[in-house]
Nanobody
Framework: QVQLVESGGGSVQAGGSLRLSCAAS????????IMWFRQAPGKEREFVAI????????NYADSVKGRFTISRDNAKNTGYLQMNSLKPEDTAHYYC????????????????RGQGTQVTVSS
């Protein structure tokens, strides 16, 4: 059983940056593919970025491509999401999730997820 804890959210002005962290425990972090997804009030969950267990495969949603960078440090059992040039439309609760068996953009296929961290971007 893997436990995931997100941190690093906060309130920033448009154009600012935040770095989210996803700390894992209770499992072999290096064997899991990691996804970041988000959900804004009244909206459906939205895939943001994914990274394979080795870091060799990465994929981003078009809405964040060029602004967000996903990474991981398997020695620290931690995943990251660097968010630059933030926009008000990035405001949402951000979650990390984990699965084995290859990266997928389908959120429902991820077996483990954290409680999330709030990101608020003001104009």
């Amino acid at each position: 059983q893997v436990q995931l804890v997100e941190s690093g959210g906060g309130s920033v002005q448009a154009g600012g940056s935040l770095r989210l962290s996803c700390a894992a425990s209770g499992g072999t972090f290096s064997s899991f593919d990691i996804m970041w997804f988000r959900q804004a009030p009244g909206k459906e969950r939205e895939f943001v970025a994914i990274i394979s267990w080795s870091g060799g495969s990465i994929n981003y949603a078009d809405s964040v491509k060029g602004r967000f960078t996903i990474s991981r440090d398997n020695a620290k059992n931690t995943g990251y999401l660097q968010m630059n040039s933030l926009k008000p439309e990035d405001t949402a609760h951000y979650y990390c999730a984990a699965r084995r068996g290859g990266i997928s953009t389908r959120i429902i296929t991820y077996d483990y997820r954290g409680q999330g961290t709030q990101v608020t971007v003001s104009s």
